[in-house]
């Protein structure tokens, strides 16, 4: 299905009975929402799930490059929920998708229930605006990089699993260039500007066992900072946790979601 907006059309689809508590689920850079299959088969009997290729991705539009991509897609996301008379909803997001999900439960706090966020890194406090000299660095790097080898080695940067790997290399493929440079400069821009508070909504903060050090560090540090969220590590599992590792990440999730029913 399509949700046409002032922005642009986003496909998305939805699984699950209306009467169904609501999760909605983003993806990250260079995928789309297929990557959430596993999630949609073990909870579409329990909730109405809502899977989207956000802009740029899929069968999605792009948007304006002149608007913040993150604080944009927060704005379509809700529009979507309107669309269906959604009036609150579990928001769920993997890396890029975890920025949006934060601007999301930021500026339409009585809209979320709950976040979930998947090899992410929290917003606030911001960070130093030093980190915007990587941009030229990402753009020589990308630009000079043919295509073909670029997109495998950010997919065996992303997983371990085979089929995610091979997955990530058929989506990522279809992203050109200039819009792949253009997301992640969208990153650090979200990164500098931050979000003015911490989120106060419920949080589940997952990441894989084979992950980079740096966001390891990152998650353990907001869950540290937290006083209203879970810290789990999959193991087997790369920056595409769920996907790499979909059985443990979903037993994680179903957890995280009982354990809501009793605090929210």
Not at 121 to 126: D, E, Q
Request: net charge positive.
């Amino acid at each position: 299905m399509y949700y046409n907006n002032n922005n642009g059309t986003i496909y998305y689809e939805v699984h699950g009975s209306e009467a169904s508590p609501t999760i909605v689920f983003l993806h990250g850079v260079a995928m789309d929402y297929r990557t959430f299959k596993e999630q949609i088969q073990v909870l579409k009997d329990s909730y109405r799930v809502i899977v989207l290729d956000l802009p740029y991705h899929g069968k999605s539009s792009g948007i304006d490059e002149n608007l913040r991509f993150s604080t944009t897609t927060a704005e379509i996301t809700i529009g979507l929920l309107d669309s269906l008379n959604i009036e609150k909803a579990i928001i769920a997001g993997v890396s890029m998708g975890s920025f949006v999900v934060q601007q999301i439960a930021t500026k339409y706090p009585h809209r979320v229930i709950a976040t979930i966020h998947i090899s992410g890194g929290s917003l606030y406090p911001k960070y130093p605006s030093w980190i915007k000299i990587f941009n030229p660095f990402y753009s020589f790097f990308i630009n000079i990089y043919p295509k073909k080898y670029l997109y495998k080695a950010f997919a065996k940067h992303k997983a371990i699993h085979p089929s995610t790997i091979a997955y990530l290399e058929e989506i990522s493929y279809k992203l050109e260039k200039k819009t792949l440079i253009h997301l992640i400069k969208e990153m650090i821009n979200d990164m500098v500007q931050g979000i003015h508070e911490p989120l106060k909504q419920p949080m589940l903060l997952v990441y894989g066992d084979h992950e980079l050090s740096l966001i390891k560090k990152l998650s353990t540090k907001w869950h540290s900072r937290s006083s209203n969220s879970y810290l789990v590590m999959i193991k087997n599992a790369h920056h595409i946790t769920h996907q790499d590792n979909p059985k443990d990440f979903n037993d994680t999730l179903i957890s995280y979601l009982e354990k809501l029913k009793e605090i929210v």
